[in-house]
């Protein structure tokens, strides 16, 4: 597939990696001569210095022969006129662009070929919004990612002393929720995925990650650690983008308190929503304090500034507050925020890509989730076919020459979550949620699903 990707931020950087190990023809474009220089160094792309949105920049690019445009410039006006002008002008078939600004997404009838013609867009605020919103109907998840039409979930959750899984094989951590099924997809111990063996004793310390039914999600988690009590009361770090879009998210449900420095953007907020709106700077201990920051549930950290984020929620976790997160943007920082008592480093870049690579999937993926940064990718893919044109269709699970290091989580059929073993017989329309150990098996996994050019 010949795909241009537009912008050199770590978003565009991060799809190109992923796309490059997997035969596409790739052209970077971007205005930054000095980053596209690095960049080829380390990449097997081509790049190409300019405006995005430009028509001979685009042309240069080699527009005329895409298969698909990828805009997630910082600009949001650059992604749009960008992909109006792959319309209008190369006729590019798909079309995806990232939109920032909540602005432009306010009327959807605004999206379509016969007004901007965008097939997909992409907003990062909404997306960490959601993450964090499940994250806080969740009490005690890392992460809650959906999967399905949405109802069944991958809930990653570190263990502690007082779940009832702490010493218990795999084989027998299924008898303590009989109430449903459940699978432990991935078990991570220190940097390591541990081998996914029914022997395996769950250890303090362990980050597991499994698959189960909603409504089953907060009885799994207890079992994993001390029952948390639900959420109450929420502190947001910034009045940005962000921290609108959540605190919009969650005023009806939750007692919520915006902290901002900038003062035009808290009477915004206060006058909007309804919310408690105080200004000041939120790595201000007095401030906290002052605030009874001890009875707050959970601190949200999101303003646009890394360290701020980080300082912020050390600072909330030290006063009492049970579980906060940041919002960290540098890639090198999250890894630092494994060793600190920061509950959960979120990655709007890592959110972001994972929104977007479905999309660049060949088969039908519906998602992708990355748990560990170029390590172990989660992705469910529906199976289409008969006998006669899938490799899959009528085939047990141990059947399958599954490529190495791939192995099956789950089976979702009709939308619920069904108890398989290696006998189980796979049938068309199944969305198998499948663990990558080595994400450069990716390609060997996608021509499993893919049918032959008989069933069309």
């Given at each position: 597939?010949?795909?241009?990707?537009?912008?050199?931020?770590?978003?565009?950087?991060?799809?190109?990696?992923?796309?490059?190990?997997?035969?596409?023809?790739?052209?970077?474009?971007?205005?930054?001569?000095?980053?596209?220089?690095?960049?080829?160094?380390?990449?097997?792309?081509?790049?190409?210095?300019?405006?995005?949105?430009?028509?001979?920049?685009?042309?240069?690019?080699?527009?005329?022969?895409?298969?698909?445009?990828?805009?997630?410039?910082?600009?949001?006006?650059?992604?749009?006129?960008?992909?109006?002008?792959?319309y209008s002008l190369f006729n590019i078939d798909k079309k995806i662009a990232r939109i920032r600004s909540q602005h432009y997404l306010i009327r959807d009838?605004?999206?379509?070929?016969?007004?901007?013609?965008?097939?997909?867009?992409?907003?990062?605020?909404?997306?960490?919004?959601?993450?964090?919103?499940?994250?806080?109907?969740?009490?005690?998840?890392?992460?809650?990612?959906?999967?399905?039409?949405?109802?069944?979930?991958?809930?990653?959750?570190?263990?502690?002393?007082?779940?009832?899984?702490?010493?218990?094989?795999?084989?027998?951590?299924?008898?303590?929720?009989?109430?449903?099924?459940?699978?432990?997809?991935?078990?991570?111990?220190?940097?390591?995925?541990?081998?996914?063996?029914?022997?395996?004793?769950?250890?303090?310390?362990?980050?597991?990650?499994?698959?189960?039914?909603?409504?089953?999600?907060?009885?799994?988690?207890?079992?994993?650690?001390?029952?948390?009590?639900?959420?109450?009361?929420?502190?947001?770090?910034?009045?940005?983008?962000?921290?609108?879009?959540?605190?919009?998210?969650?005023?009806?449900?939750?007692?919520v308190k915006v902290v901002d420095r900038d003062l035009q953007r808290c009477e915004f907020i206060a006058e909007r929503m309804k919310v408690t709106v105080?200004?000041?700077?939120?790595?201000?201990?007095?401030?906290?304090?002052?605030?009874?920051?001890?009875?707050?549930?959970?601190?949200?950290?999101?303003?646009?500034?890394?360290?701020?984020?980080?300082?912020?929620?050390?600072?909330?976790?030290?006063?009492?507050?049970?579980?906060?997160?940041?919002?960290?943007?540098?890639?090198?920082?999250?890894?630092?925020?494994?060793?600190?008592?920061?509950?959960?480093?979120?990655?709007?870049?890592?959110?972001?890509?994972?929104?977007?690579?479905?999309?660049?999937?060949?088969?039908?993926?519906?998602?992708?989730?990355?748990?560990?940064?170029?390590?172990?990718?989660?992705?469910?893919?529906?199976?289409?076919?008969?006998?006669?044109?899938?490799?899959?269709?009528?085939?047990?699970?141990?059947?399958?020459?599954?490529?190495?290091?791939?192995?099956?989580?789950?089976?979702?059929?009709?939308?619920?979550?069904?108890?398989?073993?290696?006998?189980?017989?796979?049938?068309?329309?199944?969305?198998?949620?499948?663990?990558?150990?080595?994400?450069?098996?990716?390609?060997?996994?996608?021509?499993?699903?893919?049918?032959?050019?008989?069933?069309?």
């Amino acid at each position: 597939m010949k795909i241009i990707i537009l912008g050199s931020g770590q978003v565009g950087l991060s799809i190109a990696s992923d796309l490059i190990d997997e035969n596409h023809d790739i052209t970077l474009v971007s205005d930054d001569n000095q980053v596209l220089m690095e960049v080829s160094e380390k990449l097997d792309l081509r790049t190409v210095c300019g405006h995005g949105s430009f028509p001979e920049v685009l042309r240069e690019a080699g527009a005329e022969s895409a298969d698909m445009l990828l805009a997630v410039t910082d600009s949001d006006e650059v992604n749009m006129v960008a992909c109006q002008v792959a319309y209008s002008l190369f006729n590019i078939d798909k079309k995806i662009a990232r939109i920032r600004s909540q602005h432009y997404l306010i009327r959807d009838e605004l999206f379509g070929s016969d007004n901007l013609p965008i097939d997909i867009f992409i907003s990062p605020e909404q997306l960490v919004t959601r993450f964090i919103e499940q994250l806080i109907a969740h009490p005690g998840a890392l992460k809650v990612m959906n999967l399905g039409d949405g109802t069944i979930k991958l809930v990653g959750v570190k263990v502690f002393y007082g779940g009832l899984c702490v010493g218990k094989t795999l084989a027998e951590i299924n008898s303590i929720v009989p109430d449903g099924v459940f699978n432990v997809a991935v078990v991570f111990r220190g940097d390591d995925m541990a081998p996914q063996d029914e022997t395996l004793t769950i250890e303090v310390g362990d980050e597991v990650y499994f698959i189960c039914h909603e409504s089953q999600s907060h009885a799994i988690l207890a079992a994993f650690r001390r029952i948390e009590a639900p959420n109450h009361r929420i502190m947001i770090a910034g009045g940005g983008g962000i921290g609108a879009c959540l605190a919009e998210a969650l005023q009806h449900n939750y007692g919520v308190k915006v902290v901002d420095r900038d003062l035009q953007r808290c009477e915004f907020i206060a006058e909007r929503m309804k919310v408690t709106v105080l200004h000041g700077d939120a790595c201000d201990r007095d401030l906290l304090r002052n605030e009874n920051i001890d009875s707050v549930d959970v601190f949200c950290a999101v303003t646009d500034d890394d360290e701020d984020n980080m300082i912020a929620a050390l600072q909330a976790k030290r006063l009492g507050v049970k579980q906060v997160m940041a919002l960290i943007t540098r890639t090198a920082y999250v890894d630092i925020i494994h060793d600190t008592s920061i509950n959960v480093a979120i990655s709007p870049q890592q959110i972001t890509v994972g929104s977007i690579l479905p999309h660049l999937r060949r088969g039908d993926v519906r998602y992708v989730y990355e748990l560990r940064h170029g390590q172990t990718d989660v992705i469910e893919c529906k199976v289409h076919g008969d006998k006669k044109t899938s490799r899959l269709v009528g085939k047990s699970l141990g059947d399958v020459s599954w490529p190495n290091s791939v192995s099956v989580a789950a089976v979702i059929r009709s939308n619920k979550l069904v108890s398989t073993d290696d006998n189980y017989e796979i049938q068309a329309g199944d969305h198998l949620v499948l663990v990558l150990g080595d994400v450069r098996r990716l390609k060997e996994l996608e021509k499993l699903f893919q049918v032959s050019a008989d069933f069309f």
